[in-house]
């Protein structure tokens, strides 16, 4: 799995998840200022990306993410790692 098309699965789960227009969504967004999700919203998103990828998520790897940008190397490491 390559940047873009992780870009395209956080994007697509923004907007399923938080009923979120893709045209708010750039990897410059921040999750909490500009998007406007909370902690509980994260944690939703965290859930459904392990789902997804099969594979477990540590905590403090999303401790720091701040934007779409920051998800996305956040998963990629993830894949990188296996």
């Known amino acids: 799995m390559n940047k873009e098309d992780i870009y395209q699965e956080v994007t697509g789960l923004l907007v ?13 967004s921040r999750l909490y200022e500009d998007l406007d999700l909370d902690s509980i919203d994260a944690v939703d998103m965290v859930v459904h990306l392990q789902k997804r990828s099969g594979k477990k998520i540590k905590p403090e790897d999303f401790k720091s993410v701040r934007t779409v940008q920051d998800v996305v190397d956040a998963v990629e490491r993830l894949h990188s790692e296996s």
């Open 16 to 28: 399923k998840l938080f009923e979120l227009s893709p045209e708010q969504i750039t990897p410059q």
